[in-house]
């Protein structure tokens, strides 16, 4: 069983930086994984914001945070990152890190990001953007 646990929200200044990690167990050796950023702030729809494939790190953004975001990812050390520069109070809201079990041959997680489906999720960070 996947178990994902989210950290580094917090409230910050519009202009200023935050990363966020996400410490991930249970992945099952040798299998591909999607690994994503989900947000979602009051009284809205959740949103992907950034995905990343587990093998071979081919990476998606929603379009509001291109050139403000990275994802990336430490295998050895299991951990998911989202690294948040030039926030915008736009920014604010839970976010979760998610992951979904993919076949090897998958080289992207764009589709699956906007689509949303992935299995496992964290309990969510908060991030406060103010003005």
């Known amino acids: 069983q996947v178990q994902l646990v989210e950290s580094g929200g917090g409230s910050v200044q519009a202009g200023g930086s935050l990363r966020l990690s996400c410490a991930a167990s249970g992945f099952i050796y040798s299998t591909n994984y999607c690994l994503g950023w989900f947000r979602q702030a009051p009284g809205k729809e959740r949103e992907g914001v950034a995905s990343?494939?587990?093998?071979?790190?081919?990476?998606d953004y929603v379009d509001s945070v291109k050139g403000r975001f990275t994802i990336s990812q430490d295998n050895a050390k299991k951990t998911l990152y989202l690294q948040m520069n030039r926030l915008e109070p736009e920014d604010t809201a839970m976010y979760f890190c998610a992951a979904d079990r993919v076949a090897t041959a998958v080289t992207g997680c764009g589709a699956r990001m906007r689509a949303g489906s992935y299995n496992y999720w964290g309990q969510g960070t908060q991030v406060t953007v103010s003005s």
């Open positions: 990343i494939t587990r093998y071979g790190g081919s990476t």
